[in-house]
């Protein structure tokens, strides 16, 4: 629920969309999207889905490069798993030829669970990790599986009446 | 979007392929059923049936489209930015090209399909027999269907024989007149459609897409996209159906982002999370960055550990964030853009600087003091080293997120409205161009080479590469006439204004934009009538692509290759039904601009004119 800053000096100085401030002891620092950062694809084996593993300098000072790097690496696995030809694949598609294609209506092809299973992950992954380093990942399959998209907020301190809040509260420190 | 007469193909192959065995199931199979096999019909039907679903699955599913990119991917690639970038697949060089419609690199092997205007993974062609792209997703209905109906058309002609053969006296009957009207359609398009199905066969045992084999892109070398003639064959018709890229999203709960952010801890020290070491370490290098003031008030605050209140500040509502931030971005640039030509002395740079920055809008504007920069006589002599680097590095600054990082990079996007008022600063105080100006670094490498250098770093990849085999160019029109690259030279000047970096041209052609022809600007670009697959005009088409593409790389200001900004879209935007607008584009730019000056007098008289205020006639832009 977003409601409209209640006092005037408020309206003025925030968009309308960023969070309510209910009193002035309760001012807390919104954050606002700084920048996107663009985790390209690897294309080094081919067309397959991999997304590059190397840290993007952006995110040096918002979060640890191993953490960064294992959320690649599995969202890799996930993928590679999704698009392995083996056992399963042949079995859906020579299902599929014998139901004239009528089994996509029915069930849900292993692509699909394994998005799912990366929705869910990124998800996971959002809530424990980069939310609170002020960072989001958005799913690739948004942006047709061509980059990973993270965007990263930063604290955008409120105004004028905030900076006494945060000095009284910088000085509690 | 398409329009209705796209339609007749697919409701004409649809049609016949229905009627032709509805008829053939009722007037020859009885006969067939009693006096060759009994199983003989049924044998056609699952075949039929088959085509029949295979035919459906190609005409109604999704290729593999790419959707469009969102203005803030765009915006870290600025005008400046390549027209192509270089990416390694299997150690062979293959090069992206930028879309101008779809807004991101395309993907090796992704195409941008004139018809449906957009870009499609693994893009094959476009077929107007089932009215889709045939990409990734619907390849393999597509090749299935292909053989099917082969088949099944062998199956009804076969069989219309046989009955049309024992019943030679009595041809006249009905039986006998309709299966003879079968057994001739499905022989007329019998060879075609087996001549398809076994071109299709060939390029899945080649590992190669319809697109690549007409283009000749591997025509003298390594195809890295191959697996084997087995494991091609296998990928086609077992790999897993991806799901689509565009269309519903989930239903994704959105993560809630609010501060205070945890931030790691420096690299000296042991991990112990406390502000005061983070200030300290953080605030020297990163001095640019508009965050190191937030860390510092971040870190003051951020003791209490959570607010009671939850303040979600939700992914989709800071799109109004987002444009704000922007907006300030663009505020900088703005401001530092003003300033500078009233302290300079020189009043045409005002005009240059002002004119088109308004009228092209702020992606241009980096371009601007280039433009006069490259102008001589305009323009007093300075350092050259100095402007060089001050453009190198601005440009790293800017490239830094894309593997170009000569300078620690600070966040790119951040700094783009820095590095813009930066390149202004340095370019103010008049600068020498240099021969070959690097303001896009588009590879790497080939940067080193100084200003003697006359070519752009993608010429120089692919002149590089060329020489030795073809391969490693990963694009190879080797089907090139001399006499009509030539005259394709001769005819590029209008496209040059599409380039305004031209490195060895002297001005950056910016005024002359907006001379562009109107047909070059939207969805009509892509021409008209875009052609069928299979027929001439497909043909000369696909030709008419590997001309085009190959005079830009062959020309010496295709170098600056950059890419058009959003309000415009390329000129010569290739793609395979490109042929008509084409050559009708050409005779339109010749037309408009009969005298063939080389593209760097041109600009700079555009520049002088431009300078004396004189009004320039505009079509649109």
């Known amino acids: ?173 | 979007m398409r329009r209705s007469s796209a339609y007749i193909p697919v409701s004409t192959a649809a049609a016949l392929l229905v009627s032709s065995s509805t008829l053939f199931f009722v007037f020859t199979c009885p006969w067939l059923a009693e006096n060759v096999s009994l199983s003989f019909p049924p044998c056609v039907g699952i075949v039929f049936l088959f085509a029949v679903a295979n035919f459906t699955m190609a005409t109604f599913m999704d290729a593999g489209v790419f959707p469009r990119a969102d203005d803030d991917e765009d915006k870290d690639e600025d005008v400046r930015a390549p027209l192509y970038r270089t990416v390694e697949v299997r150690g062979v060089q293959v090069r992206m090209k930028w879309c101008s419609s779809c807004h991101f690199y395309r993907p090796p092997r992704c195409s941008h399909c004139s018809v449906c205007d957009h870009c499609v993974e693994d893009f094959d062609h476009h077929c107007p027999w089932v009215n889709n792209c045939i990409g990734r997703r619907n390849y393999r209905f597509f090749f299935l269907f292909l053989l099917s109906l082969s088949l099944h058309m062998a199956g009804v002609f076969s069989g219309g024989l046989l009955y049309v053969l024992d019943h030679l006296e009595d041809l006249w009957e009905l039986h006998a007149a309709v299966t003879l009207a079968v057994m001739s359609v499905s022989g007329l398009f019998f060879i075609p459609v087996l001549g398809l199905a076994c071109f299709h066969l060939v390029l899945v045992a080649r590992g190669r897409t319809t697109n690549e084999q007409v283009t000749g892109k591997f025509q003298g070398g390594v195809n890295p996209f191959t697996r084997g003639c087995r494991l091609n064959l296998q990928f086609v018709l077992f790999s897993p159906i991806m799901p689509r890229y565009t269309g519903k999203l989930s239903d994704r709960v959105p993560v809630p982002v609010h501060p205070p952010f945890h931030h790691p801890e420096s690299q000296t020290l042991t991990p112990v999370k406390s502000s005061e070491n983070c200030v300290p370490s953080q605030t020297p290098p990163v001095k640019s960055l508009e965050e190191v003031d937030d860390p510092d008030s971040k870190h003051r605050t951020s003791p209490p550990p959570l607010p009671p209140k939850p303040d979600p500040v939700l992914l989709k509502n800071h799109l109004a964030a987002l444009e704000e931030s922007l907006l300030q971005s663009r505020a900088v640039m703005p401001s530092g853009h003003k300033t500078n030509p009233l302290q300079t002395s020189e009043s045409p740079t005002k005009v240059l600087y002002q004119v088109p920055r308004d009228q092209i809008g702020t992606r241009i504007s980096p371009l601007v003091p280039q433009e006069h920069a490259s102008d001589p006589s305009l323009l007093q002599s300075e350092n050259p080293e100095n402007s060089l680097t001050l453009n190198s590095r601005s440009l790293s600054l800017k490239h830094s997120h894309r593997r170009v990082a000569e300078t620690p990079g600070p966040s790119a996007s951040v700094l783009i409205s820095r590095s813009g008022s930066l390149s202004y600063d340095s370019l103010l105080r008049p600068v020498e161009r240099l021969g070959s100006q690097t303001p896009f670094l588009p590879m790497d490498s080939s940067l080193s080479r100084g200003p003697g250098c006359n070519c752009s770093p993608v010429f120089m990849n692919i002149s590089r590469h060329s020489p030795q085999h073809r391969e490693p160019s990963p694009v190879c029109y080797d089907s090139l006439a001399k006499p009509l690259m030539s005259s394709i030279q001769e005819r590029r000047e209008p496209d040059e204004k599409d380039r305004p970096l031209a490195p060895n041209s002297g001005i950056y052609d910016i005024p002359s934009r907006r001379s562009l022809p109107h047909d070059f600007r939207g969805p009509s670009s892509r021409g008209p009538t875009p052609p069928a697959y299979g027929s001439r005009e497909f043909l000369l088409s696909s030709a008419a692509y590997g001309y085009g593409s190959r005079s830009h790389l062959s020309s010496s200001s295709s170098s600056s290759l950059t890419r058009t900004p959003r309000a415009a879209s390329s000129p010569l935007h290739f793609n395979r039904s490109l042929s008509p607008s084409f050559y009708h584009s050409l005779d339109r730019h010749s037309q408009q601009f009969p005298s063939a000056l080389p593209s760097s007098s041109y600009g700079h008289q555009k520049a002088l004119a431009f300078i004396r205020g004189e009004e320039r006639p505009e079509p649109e832009l």
């Open chain 1, 1 to 173: 629920m977003i409601s409209a800053p209640r006092t005037a000096t408020d309206r003025t100085k925030l968009p309308y969309c960023h969070e309510s401030f209910h009193n002035l002891q309760e001012l807390r620092h919104s954050a606002s999207l700084a920048n996107k950062v663009f985790i390209q694809r690897d294309y080094t084996d081919g067309t397959i889905c991999k997304f590059q593993t190397k840290f993007p300098s952006e995110l040096d000072s918002r979060i640890e490069r191993t953490l960064f790097e294992d959320t690649v690496k599995t969202l890799n696995n996930y993928y590679a798993e999704a698009e392995k030809i083996g056992g399963q694949s042949y079995l859906e598609g020579c299902l599929a030829c014998l139901t004239v294609y009528l089994i996509f209506l029915c069930i849900e092809t292993r692509y699909e669970k394994v998005l799912k299973k990366i929705s869910r992950y990124i998800q996971e992954q959002n809530e424990k990790i980069y939310a609170p380093r002020g960072l989001l990942i958005t799913d690739p399959l948004e942006r047709g599986m061509r980059v990973i998209e993270i965007s990263v907020y930063e604290d955008r301190g409120s105004s004028g009446s905030s900076s006494g809040s945060s000095t009284t509260s910088s000085s509690g420190r």
